[in-house]
Nanobody
Framework: QVQLVESGGGSVQAGGSLRLSCAASGYSYSSYCMGWFRQAPGTQREWVAVIGSDRSTSYADSVKGRFTIARDNYQRTLYLQMTSLKPDDTAMYYC????????????????WGQGTQVIVST
């Protein structure tokens, strides 16, 4: 059974940084594509970043140049380094996993974590 557990969220002032982590278990981690999504109150969940099993990465335009997604296959952990944070980045951040990169980018991964809250204040 796939389990994804996020951590690292918190409150930070605009311009600050946070690093989110997602611990994975229950499947062949290195074979799966992984991604980060976020959802602000009253909005739909949106894709933030994806990393393939080959470590190729893609980013939403809104975070490009500020966020970095990375994976440690030995530790079975996914990361999202967030810098130059803005109030618009305030959201619940979710880790997701799927064998298909297309399913991740389409926002339909099979496996989700429970989320970690990020609050960016002015």
């Amino acid at each position: 059974q796939v389990q994804l557990v996020e951590s690292g969220g918190g409150s930070v002032q605009a311009g600050g940084s946070l690093r989110l982590s997602c611990a994975a278990s229950g499947y062949s981690y290195s074979s799966y594509c992984m991604g980060w999504f976020r959802q602000a109150p009253g909005t739909q969940r949106e894709w933030v970043a994806v990393i393939g099993s080959d470590r190729s990465t893609s980013y939403a335009d809104s975070v490009k140049g500020r966020f970095t997604i990375a994976r440690d296959n030995y530790q079975r952990t996914l990361y999202l380094q967030m810098t130059s944070l803005k109030p618009d980045d305030t959201a619940m951040y979710y880790c997701a996993a799927d064998f298909s990169r297309g399913q991740l980018v389409a926002g339909n991964p099979r496996n989700w974590g429970q989320g970690t809250q990020v609050i960016v204040s002015t």
